[in-house]
């Protein structure tokens, strides 16, 4: 229950007395109940606070649930409530369905079912006479020792069957009205076990039929309902690689060597992988930020036969030496993602703590010591809780695979000119800025394909650069129909004595091959030209990456001087400003 | 007097923890009602992890008794 802090209940009790230093949203909740729920009031406000609101909690009169929603002067409707919890403790509501083994046989199924029902029915409407709150209802838990035991379980009318439709009948019920959710207590029970929600003692004492722990578990449901309504769900997944998505070191252990698969250990990372991969189809989107070569995780991503998850279920994939705080940075920015919608997943005490301490608004999950509990910390973690599951939400997986999604409206298209138009494409070229610093850096590092030279560069020699004023630095960002992709282009020219230097010229592999290139160098050029420069040179530095570049200076009719062993150096001469058609773009927008 | 017991006590019944001593009982603190007595017998169990008896739960009159009831428990 790491909700709480690994807070003892009078430690929880303590850290509410604390001056309210929070500006957040004021949340006013009222509790109707028939049972005593003075251990929940504080348990729920610790875990509302932790989330930023201020709660303002109403607890009704006991067992005066219908009384207190038909009378309008009643203290729940006063000062106005956003969310009413109901505690309908059905033990109490329906002795005959828990205790009372001579009145269940009396009536039938049905005439029982209809009582509850009916009183569920008359809750709902009397507080949608005089409030829109948002309500929430507990329904019905089973019972743990029915009078008929053993029998029960082989037929189908005894007191948990007639629970079990109760509860079913209730789900169809709260459909007929707007923002009604259930707290779900067979559900509950099944997490935390039917001995230990209840405390015995405390219910024949003082009508509290939960434990402390069980009253948590409530709390906690009543969060996750209050998180996804309130728009708090978390969005996106980012995984660490080594000893998270797979057992051991891609780098050290090699392909082979890492542990993932059927058989122990694996067994227990296809397991998590399994989860990331359940979190990935109802809609949440996943990035890697691993410190690691790009090109083996990719290796695993793609070729490791046993892998769940692979290169399309990522909608970003940072393998590098970077910090993995800047990563993440990056992450955002690349998918357009608010930092408070990213929850991080590490095995690392040490990236967790970094990631809390210079991104406090990322959620931050660590892994436990004990790799057999990887699969459970994420499948009860509740970032990802959320009440609605649309047809959006299957797909967004697919959706963030932008590349995957326009290649598939360019099979449509006779000709290319027509596909170009119809991306709507906006491109934004600029000289780097502070913003962009790290970003012009950080596509040095991880360019390989679309990258002349491949010269790597940190953030602090870039600004050193541009310090020296001998260099400028321009910046490609596109957008489309689809979405924004972001910063993915980066130039230095470097201005020497009579010429103009190309250093480096790249742009991420997503944007290749949309007529984008021709328009970012012509639009470098342009910029040397301005600075007075007639001659420019260039080189083309093979690697065993780069070959989409091999030709890319002579189509953009520079003359080959010198041919070394695949590496190629050129030149141009430029007399006037070089022409764009931007009839492929939606807009093109040059502040160099 | 147990200082587990007292700092669990000041926090139940937010009492300044020099107050809470063997002599305290519901009538030397102000917030020793029924609520706050549900929250201290829940508190005492969790933050000793012991289970008290229906009937042990009805001794825990004042802090001696509570003290009392623990040294029997080994506390």
Known sequence: MSYFGNLQFHEILASLRKPDASNGA???????????????????????INEGFVPEVYTSGFDLIIQETMDPNSGLYKSGVDIIINFIHCPT????????????????????????????????????????????LTNLEMVANPTLGIYESQNTS???SVIESINHELVKLIKKHDN????????????IGGEAIYDKKQWYMAKSPYSVAGYKLIALECLKLVRSLYGKTKKCLVVDCDNTLWGGIIGEDGL?????????????????QQQILNLYNRGIILAINSKNNYDDVMEVLNKHPDMLLREKHFAAIYANWNNKTDNMKAIAEELNIGMDSMVFIDDSEFECNLMKEILPAVTVIELPKDKALFPTTLAEDTSFESVYFSDEDKKRGELYRNNAVRKKAKSGFTDISSYYKSLEMEVDIYPVDDFSLARVAQL???????NVTTKRYTEDEIKGMINAGKNSVSCLKVSD????????GAAII????????????????????RGIEEVFLKAILNKAYANGFRKITSTYIKTNKNQVVEDFFEKNNFAIIENESGNKYYKLEINKPLEMDNSNFKQLKITL | MNEKLRKILSNVFETDIDKINEESSPDTIEKWDSVHHLYMIMAIEEGFNIRLTDEETMQLVNCRMIELILKEKGI
């Open chain 1, 26 to 48: 004021k949340l006013k909740v009222g509790i109707l109940r028939n049972i005593t729920v003075d251990t929940f009031v504080p348990l729920l406000k610790y875990l509302l």
């Open chain 1, 93 to 136: 509501l329906v002795p005959e369905l828990y205790t009372d083994f001579g009145a269940f046989i009396s009536k039938t199924p049905d005439e029982i079912k209809a009582a509850v029902l009916g009183y569920y029915e008359d809750v709902i409407s009397n507080i949608r006479k005089h409030s829109s709150a948002r309500i929430m």
């Open chain 1, 158 to 160: 005894g007191q948990n």
């Open chain 1, 180 to 191: 009604i959710y259930v707290i779900d207590l067979p559900h509950v029970i099944t997490k």
């Open chain 1, 256 to 272: 082979n060597g890492i542990q993932i698969g059927h058989s122990h250990p694996g067994n227990i990372f296809y397991d998590f």
């Open chain 1, 444 to 450: 040095s590092q991880r360019t390989n394909q679309f």
């Open chain 1, 481 to 488: 129909k689809y979405g924004d992709i972001g910063m993915v």
């Open chain 1, 494 to 513: 470097e201005y020497k004595k009579d010429e103009a230097s190309i250093d480096t010229l790249l742009m991420s592999c997503r944007i290749i091959g």
